[in-house]
């Protein structure tokens, strides 16, 4: 696909609405163990939790091989094999909450071609503007980048996590939470469940823990250690994949302004998804 058909999709909008539902908010806490109370009206929805709505409704006959949507429709049909989630930007300017009507005005931003060690690249940059009766709730920019299918596992030269932590805590996973979160958010991508498509067709070395999941947790983590504050801007960005068979560590630092820097590591030390977090 030539770079004119590309830019053809940038400036596309669409739009969407939803209701924050109860059932949704139980079973993703339950999933994560925080057994809360029942969500009860007006309560509000904890950040990134949005992604329990809107989700990307396709008939299984609309389906790819690897379990996402067919290319087309809103996003550019890029015929590269490979399609991830690379990273995100937020903006929190109040609390969505439970049994509130939301929309949701989706556009694309920018659609660029690249080249580099993996070969062929095309990234996608989506802007989500989530909207209640009380104005603007939600800004998120996310990245997509298609990639070629390897011929075999070929992950970057992996990135050490700082020194002078201020926490890190080990957090299991295992293939029921990837495929309860995969449940909960509607993606079908087979990397996350499908030990046999993973492997020998994505050819990773196992099933792939989702970097939304990871920068959820993150966000969670940095909430826990800092109870009284409320976040304003959180960035993530995926640095290499994380696996079912790794003991997963979520670890912070808290700068000098109060803002933190958060990671994702395996048992080595090595960053999976790094993300920034400012405070209200």
């Given at each position: 696909m030539s770079s004119i058909d590309l830019q053809d999709w940038v400036g596309r909008k669409e739009e969407a609405t939803d209701r924050v539902y109860p059932t949704?908010?139980?079973a993703l806490a339950l999933t994560l163990n925080h057994r809360p109370a029942e969500p009860r009206e007006g309560d509000p929805l904890p950040e990134l939790w949005h992604w329990l709505y809107f989700l990307p409704m396709a008939a299984?006959?609309?389906l790819g091989p690897d379990?996402?949507?067919?290319r087309?429709?809103?996003?550019p049909p890029v015929s590269l094999e490979r399609r991830m989630w690379a990273g995100g930007r937020f903006t929190f300017h109040h609390a969505l909450c439970i049994g509130e009507e939301i929309r949701r005005i989706s556009e694309i931003l920018d659609v660029s071609e690249k080249t580099g060690r993996a070969g062929e690249m095309v990234f996608v940059t989506v802007r989500h503007l989530i909207h209640t009766v009380r104005g603007p709730a939600v800004e998120e920019d996310q990245h997509i980048v298609y990639l070629r299918a390897p011929k075999a596992d070929a992950r970057p030269e992996p990135k050490h996590v700082p020194t002078g932590l201020h926490w890190q805590e080990a957090y299991p996973i295992d293939p029921v939470l990837l495929f309860r979160f995969s449940a909960l958010t509607f993606n079908g991508h087979r990397i996350h469940y499908d030990w046999r498509y993973a492997t020998e067709v994505e050819q990773y070395p196992g099933r792939v823990v989702h970097g939304p999941l990871q920068a959820l947790l993150l966000l969670e983590s940095a909430k826990q250690h800092h109870p009284s504050k409320k976040p304003a801007t959180y960035a993530f960005r995926s640095v290499q994949p994380l696996f079912e068979s790794d003991t997963i560590y979520l670890s912070g630092h808290t700068n000098p302004d109060?803002?933190?820097d958060l990671y994702t590591t395996n048992a080595e030390g090595h960053v999976a998804t790094q993300a920034h977090i400012t405070w209200k």
């Open positions: 949704p908010v139980r299984t006959a609309e379990g996402h949507p067919k087309g429709g809103f996003l109060g803002s933190c």
